[in-house]
Nanobody, 123 residues
């Protein structure tokens, strides 16, 4: 198994930037594809972005294209979500997720999850 802990959430004004971190422990970090998801109040958890085990392939939702960047450092057992040009609609709890088999776009397809970190974007 792998354990995931997110951090870096907070309050930011629209147009600002924020970087979320996900620290992994347990099995070898490089064995897992990593993803970021978010869940706004009253809504279903949705895919944001994902990165392959080696970091060579990334995917992102259309809603964050050109604004969010996912990255990882396997030597540090870390994955980050750099969020730029934030909008009020980005407000949500953001979750780090891991899966050993493939990059999935649906939350139910990931095996491991962090506890989430709140991101609030004011207008």
């Amino acid at each position: 198994q792998v354990q995931l802990v997110e951090s870096g959430g907070g309050l930011v004004q629209a147009g600002g930037s924020l970087r979320l971190s996900c620290a992994a422990s347990g099995r070898t970090f490089s064995n897992y594809h990593m993803g970021w998801f978010r869940q706004a109040p009253g809504k279903e958890r949705e895919f944001v972005t994902a990165i392959s085990k080696s970091g060579g392939t990334t995917y992102h939702a259309d809603s964050v294209k050109g604004r969010f960047t996912i990255s990882r450092d396997n030597a540090k057992n870390m994955v980050w979500l750099q969020m730029n040009s934030l909008k009020p609609e980005d407000t949500a709890v953001y979750y780090c997720a891991a899966d050993p088999d493939r990059i999935f776009s649906r939350p139910g397809e990931y095996d491991y999850w962090g506890q989430g970190t709140q991101v609030t974007v004011s207008s």
